[in-house]
């Protein structure tokens, strides 16, 4: 087949880059070794970006998002069972985010996307990459993962098949240099069905390090706390998770976490990655393919998709006008993006957690920091921009 952008996956960056492209008339088709329903039904938390929220209104893909996403002023940081409210909206001239996980925007995407006519052909296999040093890159791949090789010329190759997928490792290790952090800790992470206990979002370090409470649906809770990574989920019973909770959520004022049944758990490592540069030849990286940022600061998604809006605006300047420019800063426009995302979400990760490796002078630090963003407006203002989404420069 040939198309004129061969997209390799259908996640965040992969879709919305497919929709991005139709929009200026540029031709694209997606393979994805996941089935749809793989897709549709791994349960991501997710915090869309003022700017995200905007753009899925612009493509037509933002209905069920406006009818059933949490839209919140602000967050509460927590610390010495006191909290502190963050007032994103005001801080940032009425700017929101929206709590809307990211699974139920991958069914808006693949929706809106097969309604329009495009491809996404699920449930590939033996996907390799080739020609992207040659005016023809292609994509090999199985249908099925089994069946007869399948071919799609194209004019670019993006990889946006996240961190174990082709598209990194199609760049010469030679012309690539990976940036790693691994945290020494991990998130246990849940979903209850119960009533929502606050109205917002709760980050806190308090006890025994990290918590997270946030919103699924109203009356489905999502809520992580701080552990070792390498611990078994088995060592956690449902009766010492909530104690875990009750004991970090905790406060003076009387206010109480509101218990249900567990319906998930699990256990997450966190790291930060970068991979520089994100572009060789006729291929682009994007999304979890060039970087992965610890999910404290809600960047994940985020990221990704401002990497897919730069790609576009890039082949439109090469097909509409012949213009090279855009493409070839394509990577150094993106990592001033990806490294200011990176910042926020290790400051964000270490100024709420406990990190056995630091002294007791760093951890009075962190403790700091967090009463900066309570008496400075500066700092406030700067975690409320940071949170809601930097605007491209």
């Given amino acids: 087949m040939r198309t004129q952008v061969g997209i390799i996956g259908a996640g965040p960056a992969g879709l919305f880059l497919a929709h ?15 089935s749809r329903d793989d897709v549709e039904e791994t349960v991501r938390a997710g915090v869309l970006e003022h700017w995200v929220v905007e753009l899925m209104q612009e493509l037509g893909l933002g209905e069920r998002m406006l009818r059933e996403g949490h839209f919140h002023d602000g967050i509460t940081l927590q ?29 808006d995407l693949i929706a809106g996307r097969l309604s329009d006519g495009g491809e996404i052909i699920f449930g590939v296999g033996g996907t390799t990459i080739r020609g992207i040093d040659t005016a023809r890159p292609a994509i090999d791949f199985r249908r ?3 069946g007869a090789l399948d071919t799609i010329d194209c004019d670019y190759v993006v990889g ?57 649906s109203p009356d489905v809770q999502r809520l992580y706390i701080q552990c070792d990574p390498g611990d078994d989920i088995s060592n956690w019973s449902d009766d010492r998770i909530w104690g875990q909770f009750h004991t970090r959520f905790g406060t003076d004022d009387g206010w109480s976490l509101t218990e249900g049944p567990i319906l998930q758990k699990g256990i997450i490592p966190l790291r930060s990655f970068v991979c520089e540069p994100m572009q060789y030849g006729r291929l682009f990286i994007a999304g979890d393919a060039a970087h992965i940022v610890p999910p404290t600061g809600a960047k994940g998604l985020n990221l990704a998709v401002a ?15 012949n213009s090279q420019d855009l493409l070839d800063r394509y990577s150094a426009i993106c990592l001033r993006r990806v490294w200011k995302a990176e910042r926020f979400s290790w400051y964000m990760t270490t100024m709420l957690h406990r990190n056995e490796l630091e002294t007791d002078f760093e951890q009075r630090i962190h403790f700091a920091d967090l009463d900066l963003v309570r008496s400075s407006q500066a700092s406030a203002r700067s975690l409320a ?9």
């Fill in 20 to 34: 991005l492209l139709r929009r200026v008339g540029i031709s694209a088709v997606n393979i994805e070794s996941r």
């Fill in 79 to 107: 610390w010495n069972r006191e909290r502190h409210h963050v007032d994103i909206q005001g801080l940032t001239d009425g700017k929101r985010v929206v709590v809307y996980p990211q699974h139920e925007v991958l069914k």
């Fill in 144 to 146: 099925d993962g089994t």
């Fill in 160 to 216: 946006a098949d996240g961190f174990h997928g082709p598209g990194r490792q199609a760049i010469p290790a030679k012309n690539r240099t990976e940036y790693q952090k691994i945290y020494p800790f991990g998130w246990l992470g849940i979903l209850t069905r119960a009533p929502r206990s606050w109205h917002e979002l709760i980050y806190t370090n308090q006890q025994d390090g990290f918590a997270l409470l946030s919103t699924r």
């Fill in 307 to 321: 990497d897919v809006l730069v790609l576009s605006r890039a082949l439109d300047a090469k097909y509409r006008g």
């Fill in 385 to 393: 921009e940071n949170y809601v989404g930097l605007p491209f420069d």
